[in-house]
């Protein structure tokens, strides 16, 4: 198995920035892709910024160009740096993880395999 703790969450105004990070452990090894999902109350949850093992990035419309996704396999951290912060990017966010097949934000949330237990971002 694989435990995923995020942190990094907050409140910030409009045109803020954020940088959220995922801390994996367990069989890390076994992990192929990694992404970062928001839910908004009301709305299902999207996936917005994944990264393979060989450190391929995969960006949903909404925040492609503002969001980068990052990870540092030496400490098994997976980073989400956002910036131009907008009241529409206020979600719970979330880290996944899974094992195998392809990997992009196009995946649902239904085909990763580990959840991190999620961090609150509020923009005003």
């Known amino acids: 198995h694989v435990q995923l703790v995020e942190s990094g969450g907050g409140s910030v105004q409009a045109g803020g920035s954020l940088t959220l990070a995922c801390t994996a452990s367990?069989?890390?090894?076994?992990?192929?892709?990694m992404g970062w999902f928001r839910q908004a109350p009301g709305k299902e949850r999207e996936g917005i910024a994944s990264?393979?093992?060989?450190?391929?990035?995969s960006y949903t419309d909404s925040v492609n160009g503002r969001f980068a996704i990052s990870k540092d396999n030496a400490k098994n951290t997976l980073y989400l740096q956002m910036t131009s912060l907008k009241p529409e990017d206020t979600a719970m966010y979330y880290c996944?993880?899974?094992?195998?097949?392809?990997?992009?934000?196009?995946?649902?949330?239904?085909?990763?395999?580990?959840w991190g237990q999620g961090t609150q971002v509020t923009v005003s």
């Open positions: 996944a993880a899974r094992s195998g097949g392809i990997c992009s934000t196009s995946i649902g949330p239904d085909d990763y395999d580990y």
């Open positions: 367990g069989y890390t090894y076994s992990i192929h892709c």
């Open positions: 990264i393979d093992s060989n450190g391929g990035t």
